[in-house]
């Protein structure tokens, strides 16, 4: 699977056991199942980040 995808074995585990893939990653795995961002990737908005005023102290 990780040769189809155009990407080392390592980094698909990583992938799947939940951490956040790269770009390159998500745009080898679209276009190797032709499919378009949203149909492949969940894009979830971080709230404490959205929300958190400009220039306010984390």
Same mark, same amino acid.
């Given at each position: 699977m990780a040769? #189809?995808?155009g990407t080392d074995r390592t980094? #698909?585990?990583r992938v799947?056991?939940?951490?956040?893939?790269s770009g390159a990653f998500?745009?080898?795995f679209c276009v190797a199942?032709? #499919?378009g961002m949203g149909e492949a990737f969940e894009i979830v908005h971080d709230a404490a980040v959205v929300e958190a005023p400009v220039?306010?102290?984390a």
């Open positions: 040769r #189809l995808i980094t #698909l585990r799947q056991r939940g951490s956040q893939p998500i745009a080898s199942f032709g #499919l220039g306010a102290a």
